[in-house]
């Protein structure tokens, strides 16, 4: 079965960092672009960053430009977002996602490519 499991959130204060994996299983990994979706709480799901099957292509919201980084290693089957000079507001539930179809990637941050979510990891970012 197909399953994608995140990990390394945490409780940090502003100005911190996280780095959050995303481990892959289930399905030909390196044919699938990814990505990373964050909830707040009373707010809808938005995106923070996508990267396409090799990892040569990506791109973030505006509000993370800058201070957070999307990698991926096919050879671990392996997803990761590097978080830098956290702030309050990056608070959040993040959510690893694959898209529904292989072999491509568009330059988009919509969630409706996305067909497979984790479970989530809770990221907190005090002042």
């Known amino acids: 079965a197909q399953q994608l499991v995140e990990s390394g959130g945490g409780s940090v204060q502003a100005g911190g960092s996280l780095r959050l994996s995303c481990a892959a299983s289930g399905y030909p990994y390196s044919r699938f672009s990814m990505g990373w979706f964050r909830q707040a709480p009373g707010k809808e799901r938005e995106g923070v960053a996508t990267i396409s099957t090799s990892g040569s292509r990506t791109t973030y919201a505006d509000s993370v430009k800058g201070r957070f980084t999307i990698s991926r290693d096919n050879a671990k089957n392996a997803l990761y977002l590097q978080m830098n000079s956290l702030k309050p507001e990056d608070t959040a539930i993040y959510y690893c996602?694959?898209?529904?179809?292989?072999?491509?990637?568009?330059?988009?941050?919509?969630?409706?490519?996305?067909?497979?979510w984790g479970q989530g990891t809770q990221v907190t970012v005090s002042s």
């Open positions: 996602g694959r898209y529904r179809s292989s072999d491509y990637w568009f330059n988009d941050l919509t969630d409706v490519r996305f067909g497979y």
